[in-house]
């Protein structure tokens, strides 16, 4: 079963490059690329880079989720929790075709907020997150690194428990925000970027308190 659910990325990627070959002769020759907070478009590229930037994007980045494990010290501690390793490859994967595949329905016209759209997608990729770093074992590559968390397995445990359910409250929070679209237009970037900054400057320094409470 696990050899058949790892096939699922490479389709992925494989149909991202078949969608953007098929759709290509239909496209302007300058496509939407970038929406601003309200949801309006405020960038463009050239067709091609349009189409398949994010299949490259997604190839590049299964390539590497593939060789971490390879070359990290610490790769018997990823063999320990790769089942939610690859839980996030999928994830990530699925997120980046998710985004490609509404792209390039904007670009055929159809009328939507690109905002509601990427919130419930956002929310989805940040629950896993938090799922994932509840497992996750010391390495260098996956989880919340910080001096301290990589230099003691009690305190990378403890920054993880509290993560785990700091990431998952920012998912439904950012979820439940869609309730209230006036806010979520008028105040879209602070409702997303201040709370999971906080929650990364907030994880880094509990990191170095318990580290500190070792000592």
């Known amino acids: 079963m696990r050899v058949k659910l790892e096939i699922i990325p490479m389709i992925i990627i494989l149909l991202s490059f078949a969608i953007g070959i098929y ?5 302007p020759e300058q496509m939407a690329s970038h929406w601003n907070a309200k949801g309006e478009v405020d960038g463009y590229l050239p067709k091609f880079w349009a189409l398949f930037l994010i299949p490259l994007m997604i190839t590049g980045l299964y390539g590497l989720f593939k ?15 790769k089942q939610y390793y690859f839980g996030l490859i999928l994830t990530i994967v699925g997120f980046l075709f998710y985004i490609y595949l509404v792209t390039i329905f904007a ?43 990589l230099s003691s397995d009690r305190v990378w445990k403890k920054t ?10 920012y998912a439904v929070f950012i979820l439940f925000s869609l309730f209230f679209q006036e806010l979520l237009i008028e105040y879209f970037l602070w409702i997303i970027l201040v709370p999971i ?19």
């Open 107 to 149: 670009n055929l016209g159809y009328q939507f907020n690109m905002n509601y759209l990427i919130i419930p997608a956002l929310s989805v990729l940040f629950f896993y997150v938090g799922i994932l770093i509840k497992h996750v074992k010391r390495n260098w590559f996956i989880g919340i690194r910080t001096p301290w968390t």
């Open 23 to 27: 759709f290509y002769p239909q496209m």
């Open 67 to 81: 060789v971490i494990p390879k070359i990290d010290p610490l790769r018997k501690n990823i063999l320990k929790f």
């Open 197 to 215: 900054i906080s929650i990364a400057v907030g994880l880094f320094v509990y990191s170095y308190f318990e580290y500190k409470k070792k000592k």
């Open 160 to 169: 993880h428990d509290i993560g785990s359910k700091l990431f998952k409250f």
